[in-house]
């Protein structure tokens, strides 16, 4: 196993750019120069990684993007109503209490700021040997994808944004516009195109985490990929072939492949693992919450403080999600409102690793035992229902998220969970160029690289006849719980379709024989519904703060 260093907050990473001098005049041990930072490549990295703990993880969050999806009913809100509830404007502008969801503006462009500064600055830096040379290529490259992936996330969602590529000066004026879309699109591509040009495909094992060439390349086919879908402007068969090509290079790299599995804890265990073979950019914790605060146990375990879980059970997948897996043999289940038998068997293996059911085993150590969302006919109720001794985070949907979370971690420890938060992994790639050549009409081709992901979980292949609807299914399947099915059912418009639906849970009865019943998909069963009315939900609106502070910055939609 590699050493997992980054991404780790150094003495630096607060460190002040201000000259300091006491009585003694002494040169401070606690704050840097400005010139002393861009004199030094060790200093300059020390400022460099400081910017990526500003890279947020879904797991450093109160909110997941799965959640503004089908996929999970998140039972404390924390803000994430605005989105859902179809109440944004630029006075309400939230869609999370975390940061880089709250004002989402406002922390990418602070991010973007101190990342500018970094990139004027870094040719200052003397470098007096070969091995010096090289570092100092690779700091500068890892500025430039950094920057990019701020970029990446604003244009996701705002989509027109203001560039700015350099620091301002105190008594500067401001005059900055939000640029078309495909301008902004371009600018982060062209970073992009800069980092992979300077960052080698692999580092020692002391800097594994840092970003890599794939990792530039990868994140340039997620971008290019939004550029050519309907919401991000007019589709074409040149954005469509520039974001195959983007893909394909990723692919041709021959760094990354699939993990072999052999069942569902298998296929769980990568997302334990940071060193699989399919990990292309990922962020890392360190056990002495230096990293960052990897808070998946928190938010996402089963159900509540003092029954050994340790977790407030706040991500619950729906029934909505539950009744879109297929079977082993690659059929659809039967879905029904009321089972009499145990309604989950049979599945295929991602089902298993991404959900705890009703009757799995779960805890660590002495705390070990089975999840119990049931409710008693004869007035006993499972300890994990609304209705036992831990209601008050008991899942309202009767799923808990099982996928991410490590069986291994002694929750009641003083050591955080360094399980690591995959931003992207090798299975998104593969679909991205499915989607490019399904869009490009080459049909034959989509299906070898969705049979790719397929395969791997232990699926026989898709046949093409409803190639959108298979392709479709393996992107959420496949990359369910890691943000991406929000992202794409804006870029491709489809969020009144998403929001037409409630969302559903299971109620699970137990009769006095200890037999179980299931119901489901009715209205006694739904736990949310959701809105979504006006095409301007798609964006998120640019804060009344700045739209006060720089006019020149129009507000559409949201006039």
Known sequence: MKNKILI?????????????????????????TSETVWGDLALSEAYLNAQYMNIRAESENGTRFAHYTDEVFQMHTYGSENYTQGLLSPDNCGIGWDDGLWDPWHYYYQAINKINLFIESIDDVPANSEKEVEWKKQQKGQGYFIRAWY??????????????????????????TRQDMDKVADFIVSDLDQAAELLPKKYDESDYGRATKGAALALKSRVLLYKASPLFGTPSNEKWRAAADAAKAVIDLGEYHL?????????????????NPEAIFVKLFDPKYGSGVNQRFLYQAPCGIGNGFEGWGNFQPTQNLVDKFQMADGTAPEVKSYYEEYPWGGREIRFYAALLLDGDEWGYGNARRQVEVWYGEDGINGKDSQWGDYWWNASKTGYSMRKFLDPSYDCKGTLMDTSPWFFIRYSEILLNYAECMIELGNNSEALQYINMVRNRALLPDATGADIRAEYDYERQIELVFEGNRWFDQR???????????????MTVGRRADGSKYYMTNDENNIVSTRVFNNDKLYWLPVPRWELNRAPEIDAAPYE
């Open 8 to 32: 780790a907050t150094l003495v630096l990473a607060s460190m002040s750019l201000n000259s300091c001098n006491d009585i003694l005049d002494q040169t401070p041990l606690d704050s840097f």
């Open 259 to 275: 993990q072999s599995v052999s069942n569902s804890e298998e296929y769980g265990n990568l997302f334990l693992d940071p060193d």
């Open 491 to 505: 870029r491709w418009k489809k969020m009144y379709e998403e929001y037409s639906k409630p969302i559903y849970g």
């Open 151 to 176: 970029y990446h996330m604003l244009y996701s969602f705002f989509g027109r944004v203001p560039i700015i590529d350099h620091t301002y000066e105190l008594d500067a004026t401001f005059g900055e």
